[in-house]
């Protein structure tokens, strides 16, 4: 079966980096465009960043634009989000996507801005 698992959040004091990675399986992983979104407390579920199943093309939320980087390696199963320059107004749960026919979601890994 699908299975999304994100790791690498943690608490990150403002204008630091954090690395997430999201590793998949049950999926020939190549073939499809992933995603990361994120959850603040009391707010919408947000897409963050998106990449093609090639790795070529990728869009950004216009409040992460040149701050995170998203990425994928094909070989490994994984995507990635590189995020510099962190706000406490990025304080979230993260959550990998696969989209699809059907959309499958990760357990989600909770990133801490704060000072």
């Known amino acids: 079966q699908v299975q999304l698992v994100e790791s690498g959040g943690g608490l990150v004091q403002p204008g630091g980096s954090l690395r997430l990675s999201c590793a998949a399986s049950g999926f020939t992983f190549r073939n499809y465009p992933m995603s990361w979104y994120r959850q603040a407390p009391g707010k919408e579920r947000d897409m963050v960043a998106s990449?093609?199943?090639?790795?070529?093309?990728?869009n950004y939320a216009p409040s992460v634009k040149g701050r995170f980087t998203i990425s994928r390696d094909n070989a490994k199963n994984t995507v990635y989000l590189q995020m510099n320059s962190l706000k406490p107004e990025d304080t979230a749960v993260y959550y990998c996507k696969r989209s699809g026919t059907q959309n499958y979601w990760g357990q989600g890994t909770q990133v801490t801005v704060s000072s």
């Open positions: 990449i093609s199943s090639s790795g070529i093309s990728t």
